[in-house]
Protein backbone atom coordinates (compact mmCIF):
# COMPACT_ATOMS: atom_id res chain seq x y z
CA UNK A 1 0.00 0.00 0.00
CA UNK A 2 1.41 3.47 -1.06
CA UNK A 3 1.25 6.13 2.06
CA UNK A 4 2.67 9.85 2.26
CA UNK A 5 3.02 11.16 5.35
CA UNK A 6 1.39 14.49 5.90
CA UNK A 7 1.80 16.39 8.97
CA UNK A 8 2.94 13.71 10.75
CA UNK A 9 -0.13 11.08 10.03
CA UNK A 10 0.38 8.28 7.30
CA UNK A 11 -2.07 8.92 4.45
CA UNK A 12 -2.83 6.34 2.14
CA UNK A 13 -2.73 7.72 -1.48
CA UNK A 14 -4.35 4.96 -3.61
CA UNK A 15 -7.67 4.45 -3.98
CA UNK A 16 -10.14 2.69 -1.82
CA UNK A 17 -11.95 -0.15 -3.63
CA UNK A 18 -14.25 -3.29 -2.06
CA UNK A 19 -12.40 -2.62 1.16
CA UNK A 20 -8.76 -3.04 -0.67
CA UNK A 21 -5.96 -0.12 -1.58
CA UNK A 22 -5.69 -0.14 -5.15
CA UNK A 23 -3.15 1.73 -6.89
CA UNK A 24 -3.19 3.57 -10.61
CA UNK A 25 -0.59 3.41 -13.28
CA UNK A 26 -0.76 7.41 -13.68
CA UNK A 27 -0.45 9.45 -10.28
CA UNK A 28 -2.03 13.18 -9.83
CA UNK A 29 0.81 15.69 -7.63
CA UNK A 30 -1.30 16.94 -4.35
CA UNK A 31 0.14 20.35 -3.46
CA UNK A 32 -0.56 22.33 -0.38
CA UNK A 33 -1.96 25.81 -0.57
CA UNK A 34 0.35 26.90 2.25
CA UNK A 35 3.47 26.67 0.88
CA UNK A 36 2.81 25.14 -2.62
CA UNK A 37 4.90 22.20 -1.54
CA UNK A 38 4.34 18.89 -3.13
CA UNK A 39 2.61 16.61 -0.54
CA UNK A 40 1.92 13.11 -2.09
CA UNK A 41 1.61 11.70 -5.89
CA UNK A 42 -1.79 10.34 -5.03
CA UNK A 43 -3.40 7.71 -7.23
CA UNK A 44 -5.19 8.79 -10.73
CA UNK A 45 -8.37 7.24 -11.51
CA UNK A 46 -10.11 6.88 -14.93
CA UNK A 47 -12.36 4.81 -16.37
CA UNK A 48 -11.48 1.36 -14.95
CA UNK A 49 -11.14 2.37 -11.49
CA UNK A 50 -14.76 4.21 -11.50
CA UNK A 51 -16.00 0.88 -12.96
CA UNK A 52 -14.45 -1.25 -10.39
CA UNK A 53 -15.52 0.58 -7.16
CA UNK A 54 -18.75 1.30 -8.76
CA UNK A 55 -18.95 -2.88 -9.52
CA UNK A 56 -17.36 -3.69 -5.52
CA UNK A 57 -20.48 -0.96 -4.31
CA UNK A 58 -23.18 -3.36 -6.19
CA UNK A 59 -22.14 -6.22 -4.82
CA UNK A 60 -21.83 -5.06 -1.35
CA UNK A 61 -25.42 -3.62 -1.87
CA UNK A 62 -26.55 -7.21 -1.57
CA UNK A 63 -26.10 -7.91 1.78
CA UNK A 64 -25.83 -4.17 3.41
CA UNK A 65 -29.01 -2.95 1.41
CA UNK A 66 -31.07 -5.82 3.62
CA UNK A 67 -28.90 -5.23 7.19
CA UNK A 68 -31.56 -3.55 9.80
CA UNK A 69 -31.28 -0.34 10.82
CA UNK A 70 -30.48 -0.79 13.93
CA UNK A 71 -27.50 -2.74 12.58
CA UNK A 72 -26.65 0.29 10.41
CA UNK A 73 -27.05 2.64 13.16
CA UNK A 74 -24.54 0.52 15.55
CA UNK A 75 -21.43 1.09 12.35
CA UNK A 76 -22.23 4.83 11.99
CA UNK A 77 -22.07 5.10 15.81
CA UNK A 78 -18.58 3.55 15.61
CA UNK A 79 -17.90 5.84 12.83
CA UNK A 80 -18.19 8.64 14.99
CA UNK A 81 -16.49 7.77 16.98
CA UNK A 82 -13.16 6.87 15.33
CA UNK A 83 -13.65 10.42 13.57
CA UNK A 84 -13.63 11.69 17.05
CA UNK A 85 -10.61 9.85 18.01
CA UNK A 86 -8.38 11.24 15.41
CA UNK A 87 -9.37 14.83 15.05
CA UNK A 88 -5.94 16.56 15.53
CA UNK A 89 -4.75 14.06 12.95
CA UNK A 90 -7.75 14.70 10.58
CA UNK A 91 -7.68 18.72 11.15
CA UNK A 92 -4.14 18.81 10.69
CA UNK A 93 -3.81 16.61 7.71
CA UNK A 94 -7.32 18.89 6.35
CA UNK A 95 -5.51 21.60 6.82
CA UNK A 96 -1.86 21.10 5.16
CA UNK A 97 -4.56 19.61 2.30
CA UNK A 98 -6.28 22.51 1.65
CA UNK A 99 -4.94 25.06 3.42
CA UNK A 100 -7.99 25.95 5.95
CA UNK A 101 -7.60 27.27 9.49
CA UNK A 102 -6.45 24.71 11.78
CA UNK A 103 -8.51 26.12 14.41
CA UNK A 104 -11.69 26.27 12.47
CA UNK A 105 -10.64 22.23 11.81
CA UNK A 106 -10.26 21.12 15.44
CA UNK A 107 -13.35 23.20 16.54
CA UNK A 108 -15.77 22.87 13.83
CA UNK A 109 -15.43 21.03 10.73
CA UNK A 110 -14.26 17.57 12.08
CA UNK A 111 -16.75 17.23 15.26
CA UNK A 112 -19.47 18.36 13.37
CA UNK A 113 -17.79 15.06 10.32
CA UNK A 114 -18.45 12.87 13.63
CA UNK A 115 -21.72 14.44 14.31
CA UNK A 116 -22.96 13.82 10.93
CA UNK A 117 -22.64 10.31 11.53
CA UNK A 118 -24.35 10.22 15.38
CA UNK A 119 -27.05 12.24 13.97
CA UNK A 120 -28.29 9.86 10.72
CA UNK A 121 -27.45 6.77 13.59
CA UNK A 122 -30.21 8.76 15.84
CA UNK A 123 -32.22 9.18 13.17
CA UNK A 124 -32.29 5.47 11.83
CA UNK A 125 -33.65 4.46 15.19
CA UNK A 126 -36.23 7.04 15.77
CA UNK A 127 -37.28 6.85 12.15
CA UNK A 128 -40.78 5.08 12.24
CA UNK A 129 -43.49 4.50 9.49
CA UNK A 130 -46.17 6.93 7.94
CA UNK A 131 -49.50 4.99 8.14
CA UNK A 132 -52.90 5.87 7.37
CA UNK A 133 -55.66 4.41 6.47
CA UNK A 134 -57.79 4.34 3.00
CA UNK A 135 -61.77 3.18 2.79
CA UNK A 136 -60.31 0.11 5.14
CA UNK A 137 -57.05 -0.51 3.65
CA UNK A 138 -54.19 -0.12 5.65
CA UNK A 139 -51.26 2.53 3.66
CA UNK A 140 -47.65 2.00 5.25
CA UNK A 141 -45.11 3.73 3.86
CA UNK A 142 -41.69 2.76 4.47
CA UNK A 143 -37.99 3.75 3.38
CA UNK A 144 -35.92 1.02 1.14
CA UNK A 145 -32.18 1.29 -0.16
CA UNK A 146 -31.77 2.45 -3.95
CA UNK A 147 -28.52 1.18 -4.42
CA UNK A 148 -25.16 2.63 -5.34
CA UNK A 149 -24.77 6.11 -4.70
CA UNK A 150 -21.83 8.41 -6.22
CA UNK A 151 -20.95 11.09 -4.22
CA UNK A 152 -18.71 14.14 -5.87
CA UNK A 153 -17.18 16.57 -3.52
CA UNK A 154 -15.55 20.04 -3.34
CA UNK A 155 -12.47 20.99 -1.98
CA UNK A 156 -13.13 23.74 0.33
CA UNK A 157 -14.53 21.56 3.23
CA UNK A 158 -13.69 18.63 2.28
CA UNK A 159 -14.29 16.01 5.11
CA UNK A 160 -16.84 17.74 6.34
CA UNK A 161 -19.19 17.79 3.10
CA UNK A 162 -17.93 14.05 2.38
CA UNK A 163 -19.74 12.95 5.12
CA UNK A 164 -22.43 14.90 5.30
CA UNK A 165 -23.58 12.79 2.10
CA UNK A 166 -21.90 9.25 2.97
CA UNK A 167 -23.36 9.41 6.04
CA UNK A 168 -27.32 9.60 5.43
CA UNK A 169 -26.47 7.54 1.72
CA UNK A 170 -24.77 4.62 4.47
CA UNK A 171 -27.85 5.17 7.05
CA UNK A 172 -30.25 4.61 3.94
CA UNK A 173 -28.12 0.94 2.89
CA UNK A 174 -27.16 2.49 0.12
CA UNK A 175 -23.57 1.70 -0.53
CA UNK A 176 -20.88 4.87 -1.96
CA UNK A 177 -18.26 5.53 -4.09
CA UNK A 178 -16.67 8.98 -3.23
CA UNK A 179 -15.12 10.80 -5.39
CA UNK A 180 -13.41 13.87 -3.45
CA UNK A 181 -11.70 16.74 -5.06
CA UNK A 182 -8.35 16.77 -6.67
CA UNK A 183 -6.94 19.20 -4.62
CA UNK A 184 -7.89 18.06 -1.60
CA UNK A 185 -8.07 14.03 -1.87
CA UNK A 186 -6.55 13.53 1.69
CA UNK A 187 -9.30 13.31 4.50
CA UNK A 188 -11.77 10.76 2.32
CA UNK A 189 -8.65 8.81 2.15
CA UNK A 190 -8.56 8.47 5.80
CA UNK A 191 -12.08 8.41 5.96
CA UNK A 192 -11.99 4.67 4.34
CA UNK A 193 -9.67 3.47 7.41
CA UNK A 194 -11.99 4.65 9.69
CA UNK A 195 -15.20 3.15 8.26
CA UNK A 196 -12.77 -0.22 8.01
CA UNK A 197 -12.03 -0.09 11.72
CA UNK A 198 -15.06 0.36 12.47
CA UNK A 199 -16.64 -2.48 10.97
CA UNK A 200 -18.20 -1.31 7.21
CA UNK A 201 -18.21 -4.48 5.01
CA UNK A 202 -15.56 -4.16 2.32
CA UNK A 203 -17.52 -2.34 -0.33
CA UNK A 204 -19.64 -0.37 1.09
CA UNK A 205 -17.46 2.87 0.86
CA UNK A 206 -15.15 3.14 -1.72
CA UNK A 207 -13.21 6.03 -2.57
CA UNK A 208 -11.81 7.00 -6.30
CA UNK A 209 -9.46 9.84 -6.57
CA UNK A 210 -9.05 11.39 -9.50
CA UNK A 211 -9.53 14.56 -11.83
CA UNK A 212 -13.22 15.47 -12.25
CA UNK A 213 -13.27 15.14 -15.65
CA UNK A 214 -11.75 11.59 -15.75
CA UNK A 215 -12.59 9.74 -12.57
CA UNK A 216 -15.65 11.99 -11.64
CA UNK A 217 -17.26 11.95 -15.43
CA UNK A 218 -16.56 8.11 -15.36
CA UNK A 219 -18.55 7.69 -12.18
CA UNK A 220 -21.86 10.02 -12.69
CA UNK A 221 -22.49 8.12 -16.30
CA UNK A 222 -22.09 4.52 -15.05
CA UNK A 223 -26.04 3.34 -15.73
CA UNK A 224 -25.55 1.03 -12.71
CA UNK A 225 -26.07 3.89 -10.27
CA UNK A 226 -29.17 4.80 -8.18
CA UNK A 227 -28.45 8.32 -6.95
CA UNK A 228 -25.72 11.02 -7.39
CA UNK A 229 -25.01 13.94 -5.13
CA UNK A 230 -22.83 16.50 -6.20
CA UNK A 231 -21.42 19.83 -4.18
CA UNK A 232 -19.66 22.29 -6.46
CA UNK A 233 -19.68 24.82 -9.16
CA UNK A 234 -22.63 25.57 -11.32
CA UNK A 235 -20.04 24.38 -14.56
CA UNK A 236 -19.71 21.04 -13.49
CA UNK A 237 -23.23 20.42 -12.78
CA UNK A 238 -24.43 20.58 -15.96
CA UNK A 239 -22.18 18.53 -16.91
CA UNK A 240 -23.51 15.97 -14.38
CA UNK A 241 -27.20 16.67 -15.30
CA UNK A 242 -26.23 15.84 -18.75
CA UNK A 243 -24.57 12.31 -17.59
CA UNK A 244 -27.49 11.79 -14.69
CA UNK A 245 -30.09 12.85 -17.70
CA UNK A 246 -29.23 10.32 -20.20
CA UNK A 247 -29.40 7.39 -17.09
CA UNK A 248 -32.50 8.96 -15.41
CA UNK A 249 -30.24 9.26 -12.43
CA UNK A 250 -31.76 11.18 -9.53
CA UNK A 251 -29.58 13.62 -8.86
CA UNK A 252 -29.18 16.09 -5.75
CA UNK A 253 -27.10 19.39 -6.46
CA UNK A 254 -25.73 21.95 -4.33
CA UNK A 255 -23.76 24.68 -6.14
CA UNK A 256 -22.66 28.40 -5.74
CA UNK A 257 -24.07 31.24 -4.11
CA UNK A 258 -23.97 35.10 -4.15
CA UNK A 259 -25.26 35.61 -0.74
CA UNK A 260 -26.60 39.45 0.21
CA UNK A 261 -26.37 40.54 3.75
CA UNK A 262 -29.12 43.08 4.43
CA UNK A 263 -28.22 45.76 6.77
CA UNK A 264 -31.35 47.71 7.80
CA UNK A 265 -31.38 51.09 9.36
CA UNK A 266 -32.86 49.42 12.89
CA UNK A 267 -29.78 47.41 12.98
CA UNK A 268 -27.53 47.00 15.79
CA UNK A 269 -24.27 47.89 13.78
CA UNK A 270 -21.61 46.50 15.94
CA UNK A 271 -23.47 43.07 14.85
CA UNK A 272 -23.47 44.62 11.65
CA UNK A 273 -20.21 44.78 10.75
CA UNK A 274 -18.54 41.37 13.09
CA UNK A 275 -21.09 39.58 10.61
CA UNK A 276 -20.20 41.47 7.66
CA UNK A 277 -16.10 40.82 8.59
CA UNK A 278 -16.89 36.87 9.19
CA UNK A 279 -17.61 36.85 5.29
CA UNK A 280 -13.91 36.19 4.78
CA UNK A 281 -13.92 33.07 6.55
CA UNK A 282 -12.14 30.26 5.00
CA UNK A 283 -10.77 33.38 2.48
CA UNK A 284 -14.03 33.46 1.28
CA UNK A 285 -13.76 30.04 -0.29
CA UNK A 286 -17.66 29.20 1.03
CA UNK A 287 -20.52 28.85 -1.11
CA UNK A 288 -23.13 30.53 2.01
CA UNK A 289 -20.87 33.64 2.47
CA UNK A 290 -22.85 36.74 1.81
CA UNK A 291 -20.75 38.54 -0.11
CA UNK A 292 -23.03 41.40 -1.73
CA UNK A 293 -23.04 43.55 1.44
CA UNK A 294 -26.29 45.92 1.25
CA UNK A 295 -26.46 48.67 3.89
CA UNK A 296 -29.42 51.11 4.39
CA UNK A 297 -28.08 54.33 3.48
CA UNK A 298 -28.08 56.38 6.94
CA UNK A 299 -25.51 53.81 8.43
CA UNK A 300 -23.48 53.49 4.95
CA UNK A 301 -20.55 55.55 6.18
CA UNK A 302 -20.55 54.47 10.13
CA UNK A 303 -20.70 51.06 8.80
CA UNK A 304 -18.10 51.48 6.12
CA UNK A 305 -15.91 53.24 8.55
CA UNK A 306 -16.30 50.24 11.17
CA UNK A 307 -15.84 47.69 8.60
CA UNK A 308 -12.48 48.98 7.43
CA UNK A 309 -11.44 48.51 10.83
CA UNK A 310 -12.13 45.70 11.84
CA UNK A 311 -11.29 44.47 8.44
CA UNK A 312 -8.02 45.61 8.90
CA UNK A 313 -7.50 44.06 12.61
CA UNK A 314 -7.73 40.24 9.85
CA UNK A 315 -4.38 38.59 10.61
CA UNK A 316 -3.53 36.96 7.45
CA UNK A 317 -0.83 33.60 7.18
CA UNK A 318 -0.22 30.43 7.82
CA UNK A 319 -3.45 28.59 8.89
CA UNK A 320 -1.52 26.31 11.03
CA UNK A 321 -1.27 29.23 13.50
CA UNK A 322 -3.91 30.24 16.32
CA UNK A 323 -3.52 33.77 15.11
CA UNK A 324 -4.58 33.51 11.72
CA UNK A 325 -7.57 34.39 10.36
CA UNK A 326 -7.04 34.48 6.59
CA UNK A 327 -5.27 31.56 4.76
CA UNK A 328 -4.46 31.21 1.23
CA UNK A 329 -6.52 30.12 -1.50
CA UNK A 330 -6.34 26.85 -2.68
CA UNK A 331 -4.46 26.64 -5.93
CA UNK A 332 -2.33 28.89 -8.13
CA UNK A 333 -4.88 28.92 -10.79
CA UNK A 334 -7.92 29.81 -8.20
CA UNK A 335 -5.94 32.77 -7.36
CA UNK A 336 -5.27 34.09 -10.66
CA UNK A 337 -9.06 33.59 -10.86
CA UNK A 338 -10.15 35.20 -8.20
CA UNK A 339 -7.70 37.98 -9.08
CA UNK A 340 -9.25 37.92 -12.82
CA UNK A 341 -12.44 38.96 -11.29
CA UNK A 342 -11.11 41.70 -9.00
CA UNK A 343 -9.21 43.18 -12.15
CA UNK A 344 -12.85 43.11 -14.51
CA UNK A 345 -14.33 44.91 -11.65
CA UNK A 346 -12.06 47.55 -11.40
CA UNK A 347 -12.04 47.66 -14.96
CA UNK A 348 -16.34 48.21 -15.19
CA UNK A 349 -15.97 51.14 -12.27
CA UNK A 350 -15.68 49.74 -8.96
CA UNK A 351 -13.02 50.84 -6.53
CA UNK A 352 -11.48 48.94 -3.60
CA UNK A 353 -11.41 50.31 -0.78
CA UNK A 354 -9.31 47.57 0.84
CA UNK A 355 -6.94 44.67 -0.78
CA UNK A 356 -7.63 44.75 -4.50
CA UNK A 357 -4.57 42.01 -5.07
CA UNK A 358 -2.67 39.44 -4.16
CA UNK A 359 -0.62 39.38 -0.72
CA UNK A 360 2.86 40.77 -1.84
CA UNK A 361 4.96 40.42 1.70
CA UNK A 362 3.39 36.66 2.50
CA UNK A 363 3.26 36.15 -1.83
CA UNK A 364 2.66 32.29 -2.27
CA UNK A 365 -1.62 32.05 -2.20
CA UNK A 366 -2.35 34.71 0.07
CA UNK A 367 -4.85 37.17 -1.64
CA UNK A 368 -5.80 40.16 0.27
CA UNK A 369 -9.33 40.69 1.86
CA UNK A 370 -11.10 42.92 -0.69
CA UNK A 371 -14.34 45.31 -0.16
CA UNK A 372 -15.16 46.87 -3.57
CA UNK A 373 -17.38 50.11 -3.79
CA UNK A 374 -19.32 51.40 -6.96
CA UNK A 375 -19.50 48.64 -8.42
CA UNK A 376 -22.20 49.24 -11.59
CA UNK A 377 -25.49 47.20 -10.90
CA UNK A 378 -25.41 44.53 -13.58
CA UNK A 379 -21.68 43.90 -13.16
CA UNK A 380 -20.08 40.69 -12.99
CA UNK A 381 -18.61 41.79 -9.47
CA UNK A 382 -22.42 42.03 -8.27
CA UNK A 383 -23.72 38.57 -9.96
CA UNK A 384 -21.18 36.08 -10.18
CA UNK A 385 -19.76 33.95 -7.46
CA UNK A 386 -15.88 34.69 -7.08
CA UNK A 387 -15.20 31.99 -4.26
CA UNK A 388 -12.12 34.18 -2.87
CA UNK A 389 -11.45 37.36 -0.09
CA UNK A 390 -13.73 40.21 -1.92
CA UNK A 391 -17.04 41.85 -1.02
CA UNK A 392 -18.81 44.37 -2.59
CA UNK A 393 -21.04 47.22 -0.44
CA UNK A 394 -24.01 48.83 -1.87
CA UNK A 395 -26.12 51.51 -0.30
CA UNK A 396 -30.44 50.99 -0.69
CA UNK A 397 -33.09 53.77 0.93
CA UNK A 398 -36.66 51.08 0.80
CA UNK A 399 -37.49 47.19 1.72
CA UNK A 400 -38.64 47.07 -2.15
CA UNK A 401 -35.29 48.36 -3.17
CA UNK A 402 -33.10 45.78 -1.41
CA UNK A 403 -35.23 43.04 -1.94
CA UNK A 404 -34.90 43.41 -5.51
CA UNK A 405 -31.10 43.81 -5.19
CA UNK A 406 -30.54 41.14 -3.41
CA UNK A 407 -32.60 38.61 -5.84
CA UNK A 408 -30.78 40.28 -8.91
CA UNK A 409 -28.28 37.49 -9.71
CA UNK A 410 -28.85 33.81 -10.57
CA UNK A 411 -28.40 32.47 -7.38
CA UNK A 412 -30.23 31.63 -3.95
CA UNK A 413 -28.19 30.16 -1.59
CA UNK A 414 -28.50 31.97 1.72
CA UNK A 415 -28.85 35.61 2.63
CA UNK A 416 -28.49 37.76 5.75
CA UNK A 417 -30.38 39.99 7.88
CA UNK A 418 -29.59 42.16 10.34
CA UNK A 419 -32.47 43.93 12.26
CA UNK A 420 -34.39 44.75 15.42
CA UNK A 421 -37.40 44.07 13.84
CA UNK A 422 -38.58 40.37 13.88
CA UNK A 423 -41.40 40.98 11.76
CA UNK A 424 -39.80 43.20 9.30
CA UNK A 425 -37.43 40.21 9.08
CA UNK A 426 -39.96 37.23 8.28
CA UNK A 427 -41.45 39.65 5.40
CA UNK A 428 -38.19 40.29 3.49
CA UNK A 429 -37.32 36.55 4.12
CA UNK A 430 -40.24 35.79 2.24
CA UNK A 431 -39.61 37.75 -0.14
CA UNK A 432 -35.93 37.29 -1.40
CA UNK A 433 -35.02 34.14 -2.67
CA UNK A 434 -32.83 31.94 -0.56
CA UNK A 435 -32.79 28.55 0.92
CA UNK A 436 -31.42 29.60 4.00
CA UNK A 437 -32.14 33.34 5.63
CA UNK A 438 -30.54 34.03 9.10
CA UNK A 439 -31.00 37.42 10.97
CA UNK A 440 -29.04 38.42 13.40
CA UNK A 441 -27.23 35.32 13.19
CA UNK A 442 -24.86 33.79 10.12
CA UNK A 443 -24.06 30.24 9.60
CA UNK A 444 -25.85 28.69 12.55
CA UNK A 445 -26.68 25.09 10.70
CA UNK A 446 -29.15 22.62 12.27
CA UNK A 447 -28.86 18.78 10.71
CA UNK A 448 -33.06 18.71 11.08
CA UNK A 449 -33.41 21.98 8.78
CA UNK A 450 -33.36 21.52 4.85
CA UNK A 451 -30.18 22.73 3.33
CA UNK A 452 -30.15 23.67 0.05
CA UNK A 453 -30.32 26.56 -2.52
CA UNK A 454 -32.74 28.18 -5.10
CA UNK A 455 -32.41 29.25 -9.07
CA UNK A 456 -28.52 28.21 -10.11
CA UNK A 457 -27.58 27.22 -6.21
CA UNK A 458 -29.06 23.95 -6.79
CA UNK A 459 -31.59 21.21 -7.18
CA UNK A 460 -33.01 19.86 -3.87
CA UNK A 461 -32.16 20.02 -0.51
CA UNK A 462 -30.19 17.96 2.08
CA UNK A 463 -30.01 17.94 5.76
CA UNK A 464 -32.06 15.10 8.28
CA UNK A 465 -34.93 13.67 6.56
CA UNK A 466 -34.51 15.56 3.37
CA UNK A 467 -31.13 13.44 2.81
CA UNK A 468 -32.65 10.17 3.86
CA UNK A 469 -35.65 10.77 1.57
CA UNK A 470 -33.14 11.52 -1.60
CA UNK A 471 -31.10 8.89 -1.05
CA UNK A 472 -34.03 6.20 -0.57
CA UNK A 473 -36.69 4.63 -2.69
CA UNK A 474 -40.05 5.13 -1.01
CA UNK A 475 -42.62 2.38 -0.79
CA UNK A 476 -46.39 2.20 -0.15
CA UNK A 477 -47.76 -1.18 0.80
CA UNK A 478 -51.36 -0.94 0.69
CA UNK A 479 -52.93 -4.01 2.35
CA UNK A 480 -56.91 -4.52 1.74
CA UNK A 481 -58.97 -5.36 4.31
CA UNK A 482 -60.27 -8.80 3.08
CA UNK A 483 -58.66 -11.96 1.93
CA UNK A 484 -56.56 -12.59 5.47
CA UNK A 485 -56.43 -16.01 7.25
CA UNK A 486 -58.70 -15.08 10.28
CA UNK A 487 -56.08 -14.98 13.34
CA UNK A 488 -53.84 -12.41 11.12
CA UNK A 489 -53.65 -9.25 13.32
CA UNK A 490 -52.70 -7.02 10.02
CA UNK A 491 -53.32 -3.61 12.01
P1 LIG B 1 -15.93 21.91 -9.07
O1 LIG B 1 -17.27 21.86 -9.69
O2 LIG B 1 -14.79 22.35 -9.89
O3 LIG B 1 -15.51 20.49 -8.49
C1 LIG B 1 -16.29 19.80 -7.55
C2 LIG B 1 -16.07 18.31 -7.73
O4 LIG B 1 -16.55 17.92 -9.02
C3 LIG B 1 -14.61 17.87 -7.68
O5 LIG B 1 -14.54 16.64 -6.96
C4 LIG B 1 -14.26 17.65 -9.13
O6 LIG B 1 -13.22 16.72 -9.32
C5 LIG B 1 -15.58 17.12 -9.66
N1 LIG B 1 -15.75 17.24 -11.10
C6 LIG B 1 -15.25 18.19 -11.94
N2 LIG B 1 -15.64 17.94 -13.21
C7 LIG B 1 -16.40 16.83 -13.18
C8 LIG B 1 -17.11 16.09 -14.17
N3 LIG B 1 -17.09 16.44 -15.47
N4 LIG B 1 -17.80 15.01 -13.78
C9 LIG B 1 -17.84 14.64 -12.48
N5 LIG B 1 -17.19 15.28 -11.51
C10 LIG B 1 -16.48 16.38 -11.85
O7 LIG B 1 -16.10 22.81 -7.78
P2 LIG B 1 -14.97 23.25 -6.75
O8 LIG B 1 -14.14 24.30 -7.39
O9 LIG B 1 -14.30 22.04 -6.20
O10 LIG B 1 -15.85 23.87 -5.57
C11 LIG B 1 -16.23 25.20 -5.53
C12 LIG B 1 -17.69 25.33 -5.87
O11 LIG B 1 -18.46 24.50 -4.99
C13 LIG B 1 -18.19 26.74 -5.63
O12 LIG B 1 -19.05 27.10 -6.67
C14 LIG B 1 -18.97 26.61 -4.33
O13 LIG B 1 -19.96 27.57 -4.14
C15 LIG B 1 -19.54 25.24 -4.45
N6 LIG B 1 -19.90 24.73 -3.12
C16 LIG B 1 -21.23 24.62 -2.82
C17 LIG B 1 -21.62 24.18 -1.55
C18 LIG B 1 -23.08 24.04 -1.19
O14 LIG B 1 -23.36 23.38 -0.20
N7 LIG B 1 -24.00 24.63 -1.92
C19 LIG B 1 -20.64 23.84 -0.61
C20 LIG B 1 -19.30 23.98 -0.96
C21 LIG B 1 -18.94 24.41 -2.22
Known amino acids: MRSAEVAGVDTAIDHWIGGRRVGSPRTFSDLSPIDESHLASVARGGAEEASAAVSAAGD ?146 NVVQGYGEEAGAALVSDPRVSRISFTGSVETARLIGAAAGANLVPLSLELGGKSPLVVLEDADLEMAVEMAVEQYDNAGQVCLAATRLLVHQSLFDDFLDRFLAKAGDLVQGDPRSADTDLGPLISRAHLERVDGFVRRAVADGAHPVLGGGPNRELGGLYYRPTLFLGAPQGSEILTEEVFGPVLTLQSFTSDTEVVEQANSTRYGLAAGLVTGDPERAQRLSDQIVSGTTWVNCFYVRDLRAPFGGSRHSGIGREGGAYSFDFYCDLNNTVLGPGGWREETDYG
Open 60 to 205: AFSSWGRTSREERAEVLYRIAEGIEGRIDELAAVETRDNGSLLRSNLRGLMPRSAYNFRFFADFLLELGYLKFDTRGHRNRVSHQPSGVTVLITPWNAPLMLATWKVAPALAAGNTVVLKPAEWSPLTASLLADITEEAGLPPGVL
